[in-house]
Nanobody
Framework: VQLQASGGGLVQPGGSLELSCVAS????????MRWFRQAPGKQREMVAS???????YYADSAKGRFTISRDNAKNTVYLQMNSLKPEDTARYYC????????????WGQGTQVTVSS
């Protein structure tokens, strides 16, 4: 299974971006899907996660500004980011657990988000 993230770019503070991540491969079946981010010199952190049943969890930094969603039929997870701040600048990675869960997970290659005026 491969995860392909897209939608990153340069945006001004206060702007919005929507990231997408599509899983492809034979017999794709996924449980939880997540977005992580990693800024230069910082540890990777989870931004948001969503279960197959669409229950969502957000890091405090994302609450009220970001919305995670998924389309199970398309094996795709989205991250709508509003009111972006310079501190949101990072490389954003999608992550997913296989179904049934076997202790492994999948990672995408990431997409760069830069918030700057």
């Amino acid at each position: 299974v491969q995860l392909q993230a897209s939608g990153g770019g340069l945006v001004q503070p206060g702007g919005s971006l929507e990231l997408s991540c599509v899983a492809s491969g034979s017999s794709v079946a996924l449980n939880a899907m997540r977005w992580f981010r990693q800024a230069p010199g910082k540890q990777r952190e989870m931004v948001a996660s969503i279960t197959r049943g669409h229950s969502a969890y957000y890091a405090d930094s994302a609450k009220g500004r970001f919305t995670i969603s998924r389309d199970n039929a398309k094996n795709t997870v989205y991250l709508q980011m509003n009111s972006l701040k310079p501190e949101d600048t990072a490389r954003y990675y999608c992550n997913a657990d296989p179904r049934p869960y076997d202790g492994t997970d999948y990672w995408g290659q990431g997409t760069q988000v830069t918030v700057s005026s």
